[in-house]
Structures are given as structure tokens and as C-alpha cells.
């Protein structure tokens, strides 16, 4: 299985941005209708973002809608959710399963639409794992964290360690992909960007979401495994593919069924060069 490494957040009333970055390497481009947007732009950019996808693109294009609880997500949705070039719908400040299902629900005509919540509140990191069980078109998770900040009134990075962490595994338990990482939001911190993901790769996250092409380098790079990490990978698949089963490996490490499926996810991403 291939996971996105990159997801580009380009705003919806800006469609010859938006025309550019479906061929800027990104994995995945997120047209947005929410926070990029001004008010008073709102139907501009929805007009303009069911125009472009009234036919498939050549990478895979998500959209975020407005939040949930006001009227311009019913639009929305009715706009864009049905057309041949969405691959999937981001659903902002997801705070509850019901949510979810209500959405799943109202889209159903259309066939299976994946989607994708985004937690941004406390209360949306405490119903973590009952949002990602909610219904089985929801496809992945992930933090809003310059909302949840605000939310939690934080100002150390460091304090988003646990929120994170209860996302990651949340989703893990739930069967889902591992979730991205937020935004770096200064688009000129390359180095920073760099320290930042590979803090990120260590909780567990698998990716990034970008506001930049300038980004997309710096978190590939960073989520991508290393020379020795795909050696080391490429040793436990032979030895499980020679012996079956737990064992030790001459260098010491014990080997079991996670192991080599850690092993062999890696030597997937490494596929990707």
C-alpha cells in the first residue's frame, strides 16, 4: 500500500493557484473553502472549485468544506460532492461521531465518498477514536492545530505532544492510516519545517499537509526512510520470508509478525524514489 507523504492546502478562490498545484508534485491537493477563504468570497470559491472538478484530475484532490454546524457546508457539499474529480471531502472541527454519520448519511446517493475528519477542539481529541470508528467511508483523521491551540490556549509546541499522540493511536485502533501532520504555517522555516516533521515522524505521524510547494521537498524527504532504515528493512523481510515465524536476527534484534510488517511498510515508502 502507498500512503500520501504530501498534502497541498491551495485556496478555492484562487483557481490559476489551484491549476498550478495540481503539478507541483504534491500527493494529495486540498482545495480549501474554509480558513483561506474570505467571507465574502465564499461563493466564488465554491463556484469556481466545482468547475475545475467537473472532471478528474491528474492527482488526487480533496476539498475541505466549511464547518459543519453553518449553512455554507450544506452548499458545500451539495456542490462538490458528487463530481469526478473529488477523491475525498475534509470535514472541519469534527467534535463528534454523529457528525460523521450525518454527513456519510446525506451522501449516500452519491456512492461511497471518502472522508476525512479534522480535530481542532478538545473536545474534538477526547471523541477521537469513536469519530474514526463513526462510519466506514470516513478513510483517515488528523490535527488542526492552530485551532486546537487556540482552543487549549497553549503556547509551547510541546504541548500538542499528547493531542498528537491520542490522534495517532486513536487511529491505529481504528484501522486507519496513520494521520499527517499539520501545517508548519512559516513557509520560509525550511530548517525548522525539517526539525518539526522529523519530531513528528517520532510520535508516529506519516506525512504532512503543506501551505507551500517550497514545503513539499523538506517533508518528503524527512518521512521517507533512509538508506540504513531500508537495509534493515530488507534484512527482516528475508529472514521472515527464509524462516517464518518469531525470531532473532545475528545482530540481536528479535523479529515477529509486527516487525516485518513494520518492515515491509517501509520498503513501500522506499518504493516511492
Not at 465564499?42 to 484530475?57: I, M
Not at 525548522?192 to 519530531?199: Q, R, T, V
Request: hydrophobic letters at 45%; charged letters at 20%; aromatic letters at 4%.
Amino acid at each position: 500500500m502507498t500512503f500520501p507523504l504530501t498534502w497541498l492546502y491551495v485556496p478555492g478562490d484562487r483557481p490559476h493557484i489551484v491549476a498550478k498545484a495540481l503539478h507541483c508534485g504534491a500527493d494529495v491537493v486540498v482545495i480549501d473553502l474554509e480558513d483561506a477563504v474570505a467571507p465574502d468570497r465564499k461563493e466564488y470559491a465554491r463556484a469556481a472549485t466545482a468547475e475545475l472538478l467537473s472532471e478528474e484530475q491528474p492527482v488526487p484532490v480533496h476539498v475541505r468544506v466549511n464547518a459543519l454546524d453553518g449553512p455554507l457546508a450544506t452548499a458545500d457539499l451539495k456542490a462538490v460532492a458528487a463530481l469526478p474529480g473529488v477523491r475525498g471531502l475534509r470535514l472541519p472541527k469534527v467534535t463528534s461521531p454523529v457528525q460523521i454519520t450525518r454527513i456519510a448519511t446525506r451522501l449516500a446517493q452519491h456512492g461511497p465518498r471518502p472522508l476525512y475528519a479534522l480535530l481542532e477542539t478538545a473536545l474534538g481529541v477526547e471523541h477521537a477514536y469513536a469519530i474514526a470508528t463513526a462510519h466506514p467511508d470516513l478513510c483517515g483523521i488528523s490535527l488542526g492545530e492552530a485551532d486546537l491551540r487556540a482552543d487549549l490556549g497553549l503556547r509551547a509546541d510541546a504541548g500538542l505532544d499528547w493531542s498528537r499522540s491520542r490522534v495517532i493511536v486513536a487511529a491505529r485502533a481504528a484501522g486507519l492510516a496513520p494521520p499527517p501532520q499539520s501545517v508548519h504555517p512559516d513557509i520560509r522555516d525550511l530548517e525548522g519545517l525539517a526539525s518539526s516533521c522529523a519530531h513528528g515522524r517520532s510520535l508516529g505521524f506519516l506525512g504532512r499537509s503543506a501551505i507551500h510547494p517550497r514545503q513539499l521537498p523538506i517533508i518528503e524527504r524527512a518521512y521517507l526512510p533512509t538508506q540504513r532504515e531500508v537495509e534493515e528493512a530488507e534484512t527482516v523481510v528475508k529472514a521472515a520470508a527464509a524462516e517464518p515465524g518469531a525470531q532473532a536476527l545475528p545482530d540481536g534484534r528479535f523479529v515477529d509478525a509486527a516487525v516485518v510488517a513494520s518492515a515491509r511498510r517501509t520498503l513501500s515508502l522506499a518504493r516511492r524514489t
